[in-house]
């Protein structure tokens, strides 16, 4: 019985101590991450939009949303960062929208844990193309065959629950922006 205590004081002392130095290592580094994320997402508003001088975050709703300011100070379209359930994990999106919200400029998988060579598939160049000056009205909407309409990208074969999650996450993200009023500027 003694030797069991013994060995329980020692564990204890050793995960008290992993613990505080997780804790330790996590809190120095947490600002670090939050930058790093902010980069991530300024990077991408700068890959997909063209043309403005000033991007102003704001929040809508749970959405973080950021109006581009052109030169002459008016909103040419504003930047939005979604996330939603992937097959694996939570895929989060940023897609870049005209100030009307009709036409999808183009989107960005800021984060995503998707079956490498299958669902993690969405972050290539290849489907996110298919994003470019896309309709979003009434929806986005998702084919196995080759696209007819405007408003419509193709499935990636084998990862068709990831190819559905992006899709569904953007148009559940647009449905609450114009629900928000925010393409009424």
Sequence with gaps: MRF???????????????????SLVYSSAKDKIKDNQKKAIYQAIEKIAKGY???VPIKVRSIDV??????KEKIMGYAFLVEGQGYQDKIKILGVINKSGTTLKGIEIIDSKETPGL????????????????????????TQKEKVKNNQVKAITGATVSSTAVVNILNKGIKELREAGVFND
Excluded: H, W
Aim: glycine fraction near 8%; hydrophobic fraction near 45%; charge should be positive.
């Design 4 to 22: 069991n205590l013994k060995g329980i004081f020692v564990l204890a002392i050793t995960c008290s101590l992993c613990g505080f130095l997780l």
């Design 53 to 55: 001088k000033e991007v």
């Design 66 to 71: 950021y109006k581009l300011i052109d030169e």
């Design 119 to 142: 669902g993690a598939r969405i972050g290539e160049e290849f489907f996110t193309s298919q994003f470019k000056n896309l309709k979003v009205f009434p929806s986005i909407q998702l």
